[in-house]
């Protein structure tokens, strides 16, 4: 399970360290791709088999169905962790999260998301600011 949040650089060649404690679960590969809220979603080769698998199983007669899977599907590249624990971003992943020198990684259980950080301050101050309607609403589900 992935929580926390860290700050990190991209090196100039487009390569973030990831941290420590989400190395170990990474050791065998990791899937990356385009994010819903213009991050990157960061996900377990497992997590991710479970992710394709969803989202092969949806009506693809509609449409948008079929754009959540070219968001998420055609957006998708296998990385592997370097030695130094870093990955190396691809660039087109990189300009669709305008991802600058200072990042976010934030840990969200079966996934890591990957922020430009001025992006993710204010998506954070969202939260933040409606927090209490936000737990009202999970209430409304049962959780």
């Given amino acids: 399970m992935f929580v926390g949040e860290y700050s990190h650089s991209l090196d ?6 990831i941290p420590k404690l989400f190395r170990s679960d990474l050791l065998d590969g990791l899937v990356i791709t385009r994010g819903i809220d213009d991050c990157l979603f ?3 080769k497992t997590a991710w088999s ?3 698998d969803y989202i092969s199983q949806l009506p693809f007669s509609k449409a948008h169905v079929r754009g959540f899977a070219r968001l998420m599907l055609a957006g998708a590249t296998n990385l592997t962790l370097d030695k130094q624990g870093r990955v190396l ?8 999260a305008q991802l600058e020198k200072e990042v976010v990684v934030a840990g969200l259980c079966n996934r890591i998301e990957i922020w430009n950080k001025k992006d993710w301050e204010v998506a954070l101050d ?8 936000i737990a009202e ?6 959780l």
């Fill in 137 to 142: 609403q999970l209430d409304t589900l049962g």
């Fill in 12 to 17: 100039t060649k487009g390569r973030l360290a």
């Fill in 42 to 44: 960061l996900y377990t």
């Fill in 126 to 133: 969202s939260v933040l600011t409606d927090k209490h309607k």
């Fill in 89 to 96: 971003l691809p660039e087109y992943l990189r300009i669709y």
């Fill in 50 to 52: 479970s992710v394709s």
